[in-house]
């Protein structure tokens, strides 16, 4: 089905994130200042701009405040490694080096903010305010020594932010977005286009594809070699000992079942429930009359869209009887789903309509039994694992080799191919512990314990790094089979649409081939679920009566734009859409602006960096 997205732009400040950026940067629990105070022998900046420096604090600062943005936005921690793969550590250096550029600016112009500035900025800042509301001095120093900054550093820093804010707004602020280029941009935004598509199907073709030969596949193999050769890959050896590997070994008694069991009866006897929607009225009035029109024939469906309400706002899910109060016993009653009301609810008069009934469920001490020994067997044997942690550490700093962990610690020991980046890894190579410890194992490292999401503990060594190599034939033909079935079938699917699309062409109908699919109107942003974006960039480019063969991944369909329909240039959404384009279009020009004249600061103050410098701030995070 096709969808249609319409995300109206925000409005952002202009200048105002330079001084946010630097608070933030300074004041958050975190941010910085912990074990960050010594690089290189001393060194207190990674480079200048004409006199300005930018010190090594305020860059570790900076890194740091990005690794906890993008940690706290992946759901998982984020070394300084993996940043510096995404590019963070050069955006960072590029934004100070744009900061120091302008404060030179200032500082050759003269331009600087006044005392009371300054003060006027701390005080209102929420981060120093005390219990009772206001300005608090002690609440200020805390605030500071937490971040391991003395007040005249901030202060000076605070100054010079304020100094960049007013340089800034000079140079990036007052630009207006030209008409013409609004009304391009809204035009081109705001236009809807309608179009009839046809997606084939094998079932679509006159004859079924045939079966290939043992000739075709190894044909096939030999042809398509690049798609068939296995990665380059780390061989490692691991030593392994995992929670199911010695669960059966951990004793359980009955008594501590039974008692398990007890703690939990309400996962095992369950009574009988109903999954209910409750549509309340303001009042009891208001609820008969809904109730007749119901019994009238009208949809509960029309009921629930006339209160404004969506059938998610008022499902009460799978509930008992008590929890219905008053109108459990009615709604318990009814041996089938239907509706009852008006009844009373915590939120006033209601109708409830009961869509299924759950039977009541019992599962015994005996039938529960096996699945909690299991439960706790496995934690005993978590726990036993994670008292062995320590002696295997200690004989793998002793020397101790991985075979002989296995013999000592009853471990596993086995070896496999690691490829960093595969799409489904198994075994071993499917817990992200491993994984992680294996992408960073480089020849020479020792084995460590590794300490696996369920509990299991695990150890690696690099044996060699394996080139790539094709797959034999006898090894990969179940992947050339289904490779060249695929390209079988999308082959002949594509010299089916465009005989389709001739015959269209020559008069006739669309639909006489099939089950086409007619979207009405979709903006730019829209997509189709299961097509390429080809049909979309297609879509915008066609004239109307125009048709084209679309093709991609599993896809095959013969698409015909039907109608262009322009932007609306009247109303109420088309005035929001046209503000929102015009503030983005002055956003840029400012932004543009700005670097512009950062960049030209940098050239003419002239940059200097220290590299060895910033590798040590670097190492810092290692």
Known sequence: MAKDHEDTPRKKGKGSQIIVYGLMAMLVAGLGGFGITNFSGGATAIGRVGEREITTTKYARALQSELQAMTAQFGTNITLSQAQQLGVDRRVLAGLVSQAALDNAAAQAGLSVGDQAVADQIVKTPAFQGTAGGFDRETYRFALDRANLTQSEFEADLRADLTRQLLTGAVAGGFAAPDAAVDSFYNWVAERRGFSLLQLTEGDLASPLPAPTEDDLKAYHEANIARFTAPEAKRITYVALLPDDIAGDQTVEDETLRRLYDERIDEFVQPEKR????????????????????????????????????????????????????????????????????????????????????????????????????????????????????????????????????????????????????????????????????????????????????????????????????????????????????????????????????????????????????????????????????????????????????????????????????????????????????????????????????????????????????????????
């Not at 009035?285 to 029109?293: G, V």
């Not at 509960?300 to 109060?325: C, W, Y």
């Not at 080139?467 to 695929?486: K, Y």
């Open 275 to 622: 999954l209910v929607e409750r549509l309340v009225y303001p009042s009891q009035a208001e609820a008969e009359a809904a109730k007749a029109r119901l019994d009238a024939g009208e949809s509960f469906e029309t009921l629930v869209a006339d209160r404004d309400l969506t059938l998610d706002d008022i499902d009460l899910g799978d509930v008992a009887e008590g929890d219905l109060g008053a109108a459990g016993a009615a709604i318990f009653a009814l041996e089938g789903p239907g509706v009852v009301g008006p009844l009373d609810s915590d939120f006033g008069p209601a109708l409830f309509r009961m869509n299924a009934i759950l039977a009541a469920q019992e599962v015994s001490f005996d039938e529960a039994k096996p699945d909690l020994a299991v439960e706790i067997q496995t934690d005993a044997a978590r726990r036993a694992i994670a008292d062995k942690v320590d002696a295997i550490d200690d004989s793998l700093a002793g020397g101790a080799t991985l075979e002989d962990l296995a013999k000592e610690q009853g471990m596993t020991l086995a070896t496999l191919d690691f490829v960093a980046d595969d799409d489904s890894p198994e075994g071993m190579a499917a817990y992200p512990k491993f994984r992680e410890a294996a992408t960073a194992l480089a020849e020479g490292d020792f084995p460590e314990a590794v300490l696996l999401d369920d509990g299991g503990v695990v150890a690696l060594r690099l044996e060699e790094i394996v080139p790539p190599a094709p797959i034999p034939f006898e090894t990969a033909r179940p992947a050339v089979e289904t490779a060249w079935q695929a390209d079988a079938l999308a082959k002949s699917l594509a010299e089916r649409a465009i005989e389709i699309k001739a015959a269209v062409e020559g008069g006739q109908s669309l639909g006489a081939f099939g089950i086409v699919e007619r979207t009405a109107q979709i903006a730019r942003e829209g997509f189709v679920e299961g097509a390429p974006p080809a049909l979309m960039e297609a879509v915008f480019v066609m004239s109307p009566g125009e048709l084209r063969v679309i093709e991609g991944p599993g896809f095959t369909g013969v698409l015909r734009l039907d109608e262009i329909t322009a932007a609306e240039t009247e109303g109420e959404d088309a005035q929001t859409m046209r503000e929102a384009l015009a503030l983005q279009i002055e956003q840029a020009i400012s932004q543009d602006a700005l670097a512009i004249f950062s960049d030209a600061m940098t050239k003419d103050a002239g940059l200097v960096l220290d590299q060895a410098v910033i590798n040590a701030v670097h190492a810092n995070f290692n």
